[in-house]
């Protein structure tokens, strides 16, 4: 099974834990991944589209994409794992295997139903993450899962590039350091250009510096709230608002529920 060589990046592993049904509206992904539910069921909607998973489907988070999600425990609660993959990845799997994904499956099923070999190359890398395995070995188990999703024609959504708009560049160097004093300028100036251009830009494509900022910090406070390590305060704080109430309240604006309240479904 192939690996890459190059731009081997560390690739992430997580959990998500409720006790309580989870609804969260305009949830933004970041980075693509991959999520297996191991108890309940986890539904999606992608405009007026809903798909749902349980254990026999393997959930793919394509970079870009904004869902309503519902996380429903069940007897015993809510548990997914979810694995994000680092962008170079993607690339070297497209360079590797471009003839394969010709013959891929049309649509955007987000929720495929796992085939034998996808779920053994998914636990695969799930125990190479768990044993905290070199970079190079769990990226090697991440090909296996890619290539099995490829083998069974429903990895194009997942491997779909995201649009190289000015939004999207400028979203990305937000994400090196989302609790930073960012202005207009300075992201500019990192982007070798000037504010007003910047600016221009951004409204052509219907979007604003400060938009994109919110939403990069209210995704980041959406992970940390759901982690539950961290004060409600500190999550304020580092999402650029002073007062934990306010956060809360733009929180609750934009997910449908607050902080708290989503802590107690934890």
């Avoid at 991944?33 to 539904?43: E, F, H, S, T």
């Avoid at 139903?113 to 070995?137: F, I, Q």
Wanted: proline letters at 7%; hydrophobic letters at 40%.
């Amino acid at each position: 099974m192939p690996a890459p060589r190059h731009r081997v990046s560390r690739i992430e592993a997580g959990e998500i834990r409720a006790r309580l049904p989870q609804s969260i509206k305009r949830v933004p992904v970041f980075s693509p991944a991959l999520c297996r539910v191991r108890q309940g069921i986890k539904r999606l909607w992608l405009g007026e589209r809903e798909m749902s998973a349980g254990r026999q489907q393997l959930v793919l988070l394509p970079a870009g994409i904004e869902a309503d999600i519902l996380n429903l425990p069940g007897p015993d609660g809510y548990h997914a794992d979810i694995v994000t993959l680092p962008p170079g990845l993607l690339d070297d799997f497209r360079q590797r295997h471009g003839p394969l994904l010709l013959s891929q499956r049309p649509g955007f099923e987000l929720c495929p139903r796992l085939d034998p070999r996808a779920e053994t190359a998914w636990n695969a890398l799930l125990g190479s993450l768990l044993d905290d395995n070199a970079p190079e070995m769990s990226a090697h188990h991440a090909f296996g899962v890619l290539l099995a999703l490829a083998l069974a024609g429903r990895i194009e959504p997942l491997l779909r590039p995201a649009a190289g708009t000015i939004t999207e560049r400028v979203r990305h160097l937000l994400l090196l350091d989302p609790a930073a004093s960012w202005s207009v300028e300075m992201a500019a100036k990192r982007l070798n250009q000037g504010a007003s251009t910047l600016r221009r830009h951004l409204a052509q494509e219907d979007s604003s510096f400060r938009g994109i900022l919110e939403n990069v910090r209210m995704g980041l406070a959406l992970q940390q709230v759901q982690n539950g390590e961290r004060a409600i305060a500190d999550i304020a704080a580092s999402s650029g608002y002073a007062s934990a109430s306010r956060f809360s309240a733009r929180f609750r604006q934009r997910y449908g529920l607050t902080p708290m309240a989503l802590r107690r479904t934890l």
